[in-house]
């Protein structure tokens, strides 16, 4: 699949759709295209993977944190030729339920490789359809923690934020009135508000220091403020 002939479009179903370049003057109800370059360039791991959960493209970042030389390396890989079972079927759940629930999945994940290297992830699954309009997969966008990817983390936290919270035709079941947090970022704002610091924090949770600084910047973004003491004050009032 060559990503530059590709787009993703939102159509008046709601469905995210991946529709090659050619096609899209026939299509009548589209909302919202995107190009599937722009998606895969950002500072973040992003792949399309087929109703089997095997890779049919993923970017080059993704690819780093599978081990393999190229994205083109990765084609009809499984998620189990790279981790260990526990965390293999964590993430064919997260896609079982992806599919069935036919909507956007967020989940936290501890992933372990064959190599026995271990990293936190968080990350989005949602169905993407062809241009029939059938099931042909699933659109998987995570941030991984703590194998040095990308070089500005906190570049890659407001992207991933932005597209989650703030990018309703890109997620159209997200509502951006709402303010999602994970289950660590709950642990980690309930934290703060109790004045702890982030060493403090990083104790409680058994997590470096460094680790609970970028979860605090993600939540930062999240809800649009900029210091920790209007962090506080936000979290409060809502």
Known sequence: MNIQDFYLIRSFSNRIRLICGNQLNTI??????????????????????????????????????????????????????????????????????????????????????????????????????????????????????????????????KSFSEILMKNERIFPDNNSKNIYLTTREKEILNLVVLGKTARESANILKLSKRTIEFYVENIKVKFNVSTKSELIEKAIII
């Open 28 to 157: 009548n109800d589209c909302l919202w295209s995107s190009s599937l370059i722009d998606l895969f360039n950002m500072p973040l791991n992003v792949a399309l993977l087929d109703v089997e959960s095997k890779v049919q493209v993923m970017n080059e970042s993704n690819a780093n944190v599978w081990k393999c030389s190229s994205p083109n390396e990765t084609i009809g890989m499984s998620i189990r030729d790279i981790y260990r079972d526990t965390s293999a079927n964590f993430s064919l759940l997260h896609d079982d339920l992806t599919l069935k629930q036919d909507r956007l999945i967020i989940k936290e994940e501890n992933c372990i490789r064959m190599d026995d290297i271990s990293f936190p992830s968080i990350t989005a699954k949602l169905p993407y359809y062809n241009h029939e309009n059938n099931l042909a997969g699933i659109l998987a966008i995570s941030l991984t923690l703590g194998l040095n990817i990308f070089p500005d983390i906190q570049q890659s936290f």
